[in-house]
């Protein structure tokens, strides 16, 4: 790039005297960068990973920054490094673990403005590996399946988890290594392992898999069959029926749970909470009524819970549940579900952590709602709007909406906490702690009486201005720790006016 010096020319004028005055200004000194190393390399020796790379003469270079990382990205480094001007090779031990690595290098100048850019390179490795298919993991035993090398052939398998060192080596028969297969036994439940299988000390490939929670089990009633997924319980069920669940569970990779008969879907009696990881629960057909109860549920989805195709009417039932991780909303009736019909109970629950694009916390938008009760809970982080019922719904309910001792903080970010234009509706809110994000809009307000709430912190004052109060208060809770999600209440008042979600009141 050429730069070109310019001329500038200032002028002054005062009230007895013009005086104009000129000089040549430089232009600016670029500090360009020096050279970047070329000819990156990497190789792998059994366990050592080996780094190379050549750097030009001449340059003001005054050492190598290196990182060796598991991703593309350099986000997780394995080693990073300063070295001198005489090092331009690095050896990495008890690597070859993994089946890529990431190595890059950059030259530092002695201003640091100047250092080069990065050059890096990426090491491949065979692996031959098949993943684990979940049929084929027990919770003390696996089948390995691999394909065949690209040259010479296989040995031994070894398996070693996060928490203890190597087992030792499975040698393969010549019957595992024509089937391609081997099945390893004596595992610990419940534990993720890395299988690295081997030519002599010649790496051919790794694979991770995880052994069955045998603590965990999926029931129906008090029977004594077990289902490896909720949906083939959910389809073996009557409807009326209970499904018990136990242990920890992660059925993210199916999108949708179908649920289309009346269930019940509880923590298994006998054990503790269980977690499920799931997409949305979609209520299809005739399911006059659904229960969760007792469950942990992290949500993968943009909704929890979805209604699309029912035939009749279902009221929806959460009771002691923990709920966090959907993008949007706990329940969601698009403008699509014009024949649908349903009812929402929410009791003692914790419903967090929800992202707030792409719809609403409680999101009915087309069909019929026949109650909706919200009590004892706590809401946190969650939600664009809180309430919102659209205009072609018809509320066919003979009760008000309730929503009473509920603890509610950071939520309505960007949204409102009450967006209800649907007819016909009115509201009542008792005794609840409102606090931080909470507001509203003198549009999408139904008739709505509030009785002996607090209301706090930020936006607080819009929240009090478009609904009828009596007894409410702006007194500091006094939470705990609400950043860790902790909001049992200090403030002495509120807890002996047992306002609030009970659980956290002393």
């Known amino acids: 790039m050429k730069i070109k010096s310019l001329t500038i020319c200032l002028v002054a004028v005062s009230l007895y005297l013009g005086i104009t005055s000129c000089h040549k200004a430089d232009g600016p000194v670029l500090n360009l960068g020096i050279a970047a190393p070329s000819d990156v390399q990497m190789s792998l020796d059994g366990q050592t990973l080996t780094t190379g790379w050549q750097y030009q003469t001449g340059q003001p270079v005054a050492g190598f920054i290196t990182q060796l990382a598991k991703d593309d990205g350099f986000k997780s480094l394995i080693a990073t490094d300063t070295v001198d001007t005489k090092t331009m090779s690095l050896k990495f031990d008890s690597v070859g673990l993994l089946n890529q690595y990431y190595f890059r290098v950059m030259a530092m100048a002695d201003n640091i403005a100047r250092n080069s850019v990065f050059t890096s390179a990426t090491l491949t490795l065979e692996s031959i590996l098949l993943d684990v298919d979940p049929a084929d993991v027990t919770g003390t035993s696996v089948v390995l399946k691999w394909n065949a090398p690209d040259s010479g052939s296989v040995t031994d398998i070894v398996l070693q988890s996060a928490d203890s060192a190597a087992m030792a080596p499975v040698q393969l028969t010549s019957s595992d290594i024509s089937s391609q297969m081997v099945t390893i036994d004596g595992l610990d439940p419940a534990t993720t392992y890395r299988a690295i299988i081997y030519d002599g000390k010649i790496r051919k490939g790794m694979v991770n898999f995880t052994t069955v929670d045998t603590r965990a089990s999926i029931t129906i009633n008090d029977g004594t069959q077990t289902y490896t997924s909720l949906q083939d319980a959910i389809d073996a069920a009557s409807s009326g029926d209970v499904i018990n669940v136990q242990g920890t569970w992660d059925f993210s990779a199916a999108a949708t749970i179908t649920v289309d008969k009346s269930l019940t879907i509880q923590a298994n009696p006998a054990g503790k909470r269980p977690t499920i990881t799931t997409g949305n629960f979609d209520l299809s057909g005739s399911v006059s009524a659904l229960k969760l109860s ?9 909704q929890e819970i979805t209604v699309s195709g ?18 949007a909303g706990l329940i969601y009736a698009s403008s699509s579900a014009t024949g649908q019909t349903t009812g929402l109970v929410v009791n003692n629950c914790v419903i967090h952590d929800f992202g707030a694009t792409g719809g609403d916390l409680i999101d009915f938008r087309a069909g019929s709602l026949t109650e909706m009760h919200i009590t004892n809970s706590t809401f946190c982080n969650v939600a664009r709007a809180f309430f919102r019922i659209d205009n072609p719904v018809a509320y066919t309910g003979t009760d008000p909406i309730t929503m009473e001792n509920c603890t509610v903080y950071h939520v309505c970010d960007g949204g409102r906490f009450l967006y209800i234009r649907a007819p016909n509706i009115t509201m009542e809110i008792n005794k609840c702690i409102l606090a931080n994000e909470v507001s509203n809009q003198s549009n999408g307000i139904p008739t709505t009486t509030a009785t002996a709430n607090n209301v706090s912190g930020t936006n607080s004052d819009s929240f009090l201005k478009y609904i009828t ?11 705990a720790n609400p950043g860790s999600e902790d909001f049992t209440v200090g403030n002495a008042t509120l807890s002996s006016a047992k306002i609030g979600d009970p659980r956290w009141l002393p």
């Open 469 to 479: 109060q009596t007894g409410t208060t702006t007194l500091d809770p006094g939470f």
């Open 294 to 302: 007792g469950l942990k549920l992290i949500g993968t989805a943009l």
């Open 310 to 327: 029912l035939v009749g009417s279902v009221v929806v039932t959460l009771d002691d549940c923990d709920i966090s991780g959907p993008g």
